[in-house]
């Protein structure tokens, strides 16, 4: 049922076998044995699509229910032999420095040696983290995104991200002890792609200014952004990170309007969080900083 779960989200045989760390031969043998097992076939399949077909779309939800009702027993049981078994698939973003996610996972694993843990860097940002989150495939994720976006998602925020404005070293306004975010609207920026959590927030408040920037440059590693600005030109308005080479540019506080982003865990709403999940959130206060840096 996890093999034919995985197939259903993907849409592919070949995604839900990396997505599994099987062989997509072991998924395919799975998936024919379930449906030679309930007489009917749950996808419709050519050689350029893999669909859902009716039988497997009903199927579907009840498949997830048993197996989340098999993890849930499983855990129940750790429980009761006072040791925590199973799985916990963590999402998180590149260069976080607000987080010591290692340090924290060998804290983890320490005190719960049965539970494999899978760590999951994304690279579509706060905003795919957050969709896998939603759909399951991962247990909890940590996010950069504000409390609106955050449909179905209980977010447990544990940091704030403090934005800065990074400019060539001769730019005009190189000089200037501030930057305002209305001084930027003419610029080409160096720019999140689409998704990331900093992306929607910085979107977001050039939009509340009235203004639409032109965005020249998308990278999915925000922190390398200041080499991309001393290469190219522009502007970046990204997170403050503890260590960035600032060579050939500068980097200057942000003054008036600032947005602002809280750094989170992410879990699904309306469920209890499985007992690894509450047992790592318990342990993360010792593992996080709220210093203002990425």
């Known amino acids: 049922m996890r093999y034919f779960i995985a197939v259903a989200e993907e849409l592919s045989f070949t995604r839900a076998a990396v ?42 939800p009840e498949a997830k229910s048993v197996v989340a009702a098999a993890e849930r027993a499983r855990e129940v049981v750790g429980e009761a032999s006072r040791s925590l078994r199973g799985s916990l698939r963590i999402g998180t973003m590149t260069r976080i420095t607000a987080l010591d996610l290692p340090r924290l996972v060998g804290a983890f694993r320490q005190r719960h040696p049965l539970v494999d843990i899978q760590i999951q860097v994304s690279s579509s940002g706060a905003g795919g983290i957050a969709e896998d989150v939603r759909r399951g495939r991962l247990d909890m994720g940590v996010v950069a995104l504000a409390s609106s976006e955050a449909n179905d998602l209980d977010l447990r925020p544990f940091a704030t991200i403090v934005y800065v404005a990074v400019l ?10 501030h930057i305002v975010l209305k001084d930027l609207v003419d610029e080409n920026f160096v720019e999140a792609a689409s998704g990331f959590g900093t992306r929607t927030a910085m979107d977001r408040a050039f939009r509340e200014l009235g203004v639409t920037r032109r965005v020249s440059v998308e990278i999915t590693d925000i922190a ?31 003054s008036g309007t600032v947005p602002t982003t ?27 900083r709220d210093d203002g840096t990425f």
Do not use: C, W
């Open 224 to 254: 390398s952004a200041a080499s991309y600005v001393r290469a190219v030109g522009g502007a970046a308005v990204i997170p403050r990170y503890e260590a960035m080479d600032t060579t050939g540019v500068v980097v200057k506080p942000l």
């Open 168 to 177: 060539p070293a001769d730019h005009p306004l190189a000089r200037r002890e």
């Open 19 to 60: 997505r599994l760390f099987a062989a997509q031969s072991t998924v395919s043998a799975a998936v024919r044995a379930l449906e030679e097992d309930l007489r009917v076939s749950l996808f419709e399949r050519s050689t350029r699509a893999v669909a859902l077909s009716a039988a497997g779309a009903v199927f579907l």
């Open 262 to 288: 809280k750094l989170s865990f992410a879990v699904r709403a309306g469920r209890a969080p499985s007992p690894a999940v509450s047992a790592l959130l318990d342990l993360s206060s010792n593992y996080t």
